[in-house]
T-cell receptor
Framework: KQEVTQIPAALSVPEGENLVLNCSFTDSAIYNLQWFRQDPGKGLTSLLLIQSSQREQTSGRLNASLDKSSGRSTLYIAASQPGDSATYLCAASLGGSGYALNFGKGTSLLVTP | NAGVTQTPKFQVLKTGQSMTLQCAQDMNHNSMYWYRQDPGMGLRLIYYSASEGTTDKGEVPNGYNVSRLNKREFSLRLESAAPSQTSVYFC???????????????FGPGTRLTVL
């Protein structure tokens, strides 16, 4: 089974800082890796999807990288804003189980004004 | 285009009662999934359906059954609810595995279930 770990579990930063969220996975034979945002009491919003053949993906202030050999992915958030406060989830698919995702427990981010 | 919808949003059951959680997607996706989210556990796969007419067990299928009614709908049934099934249930769907955005999963808003 693919184990996915996210560090840190919680993070508090002042507005404007650039920050990095870390995700590690145990099986390098991943099919893809997806980053999500979850607001309290809400569903999951997909932020970025990285295929196994890709090294990174960018969307606005977000950049996600993938290093299969080291079993790591990072989500970089530039110029953080209070509206970025949420839990960020990393999930990896091995391709089996209908490409179902194995999730980390998330990083809870608080951006203070 | 509503994406993935789930009903109900909230539900309280007594131990032993049954209920069905409904999920529908309007994106013409082939694959659909049911996950549960518990504090400190992350999301775990209950069942999935890779295509219309097929269903398979995930990591935590005990106490649940599913039906892929058609391409749009995938329901989750609790036959005899137990307190251990208190959780938030998410349905997701994804398109076929082709192209740069292949297999990106899209989630519904969730059903918050409490079993007393």
């Amino acid at each position: 089974k693919q184990e996915v770990t996210q560090i840190p579990a919680a993070l508090s930063v002042p507005e404007g800082e650039n920050l990095v969220l870390n995700c590690s996975f145990t099986d390098s034979a991943i099919y893809n890796l997806q980053w999500f945002r979850q607001d309290p009491g809400k569903g999951l919003t997909s932020l970025l999807l990285i295929q196994s053949s890709q090294r990174e993906q960018t969307s606005g202030r977000l950049n996600a990288s993938l290093d299969k050999s080291s079993g790591r992915s990072t989500l970089y958030i530039a110029a953080s804003q209070p509206g970025d406060s949420a839990t960020y989830l990393c999930a990896a698919s091995l391709g089996g189980s209908g490409y179902a995702l194995n999730f980390g427990k998330g990083t809870s981010l608080l951006v203070t004004p | 285009n509503a994406g993935v919808t789930q009903t109900p949003k909230f539900q309280v059951l007594k131990t032993g009662q049954s209920m069905t959680l409904q999920c529908a997607q309007d994106m013409n996706h082939n694959s659909m999934y049911w996950y549960r989210q518990d504090p400190g556990m992350g999301l775990r796969l209950i069942y999935y359906s890779a295509s219309e007419g097929t269903t398979d067990k995930g990591e935590v299928p005990n106490g649940y059954n599913v039906s892929r009614l058609n391409k749009r709908e995938f329901s989750l049934r609790l036959e005899s609810a137990a307190p251990s099934q208190t959780s938030v249930y998410f349905c997701a769907s994804s398109p076929p595995g082709q192209g740069q955005l292949s297999n990106e999963q899209f989630f519904g808003p969730g059903t918050r279930l409490t079993v007393l």
